[in-house]
């Protein structure tokens, strides 16, 4: 992310969490940097504590951006990435190819090749932002 941030000129602040007990010192990093919005990874950490980040991102007013819709759906900005059904259905070829006798070192690696973008209105409008049409019109889904 650092090299993408250098090249688009926008300082990135790391702000590490281990365990859902280290959410408030989180918090409490982020709103003393003062952001100008907050980018969440996704993993299965992030994704459990997925709501109060959300929350957190909203009382902060913080344009918040996420890799997982579950993020968007439980009150976040937006997110893009992959579909996972997409994904679990290419490793399921995977499987199929290994139990049939492939050697699973013989096998390309792929990366996800369908995307999805997410967007919460409610949380656009709590933080007066107007959504370009063009994001609503790509969007595959839109919560209003």
């Known amino acids: 992310m650092e090299p ?4 688009l000129a926008v300082a990135v602040q790391s ?8 959410l408030d010192r989180a918090f409490a990093a982020i709103h003393e940097q003062h952001p100008d919005a907050l ?3 996704g993993d299965p950490l992030t994704v459990t ?6 929350e957190f991102a909203r009382q902060e007013r913080l344009p918040s951006m996420f890799t997982h819709r579950q993020f968007v759906q439980a009150g976040g900005l937006i ?19 290994i139990l049939k006798g492939a050697n699973p070192a013989d096998l390309p690696a792929e990366q996800a090749t369908k995307f999805e973008l997410f967007l919460n209105l409610q949380t656009a409008e709590a933080l007066g932002i107007t959504v370009p049409r063009s994001i609503l019109a790509t969007a595959d889904e839109v919560i209003e």
Do not use: C, M, Q, W
């Open 49 to 54: 504590v997925r709501a109060p980040i959300a």
């Open 39 to 41: 980018l969440t990874l």
């Open 4 to 7: 993408a941030a250098k090249t």
């Open 15 to 22: 702000v590490e969490i281990r365990s859902p007990a280290d």
């Open 79 to 97: 997110s893009y990435g992959a579909n996972f059904p997409a994904l679990f259905r290419r490793a399921a070829g995977y499987v199929h190819k």
